[in-house]
Nanobody, 123 residues
Framework: QVQLVESGGGLVQPGGSLRLSCAAS????????MGWYRQAPGKQRELVAS???????NYADSVKGRFTISRDNAKNTVYLQMNSLKSEDTAVYYC?????????????????WGQGTQVTVSS
């Protein structure tokens, strides 16, 4: 199974920026879907941003115009660029990627989650 390793979280002041990375452990053939979710204390996990293989993107209203989801196929990595951060963006962020990867000569489907990375926005 493909493992996803997240990085880039941390403490940032309001108005600041962070870029989260989600790197796959295997050589990915294709990504059918990718998304970033977040979960704040006492709240349900919510979708922040998603993108399809066709290039269409979707953002939660609360982050539109501030967050951007992207990927680097050569690096098998998905990103979430977060600008103009607010205190209400504080949460644990998770990436989710689905697609296909090679095991030898066999193409296998996967749907994996990252371990989560903490983002804290505070002065």
């Amino acid at each position: 199974q493909v493992q996803l390793v997240e990085s880039g979280g941390g403490l940032v002041q309001p108005g600041g920026s962070l870029r989260l990375s989600c790197a796959a452990s295997e050589r990915i053939f294709n990504i059918n879907s990718m998304g970033w979710y977040r979960q704040a204390p006492g709240k349900q996990r919510e979708l922040v941003a998603s993108a399809t293989s066709g290039g269409s993107t979707n953002y939660a209203d609360s982050v539109k115009g501030r967050f951007t989801i992207s990927r680097d196929n050569a690096k098998n990595t998905v990103y979430l660029q977060m600008n103009s951060l607010k205190s209400e963006d504080t949460a644990v962020y998770y990436c989710n990627v689905g697609g296909g990867y090679w095991i030898g000569s066999r193409l296998v489907g996967f749907d994996s989650w990252g371990q989560g990375t903490q983002v804290t926005v505070s002065s």
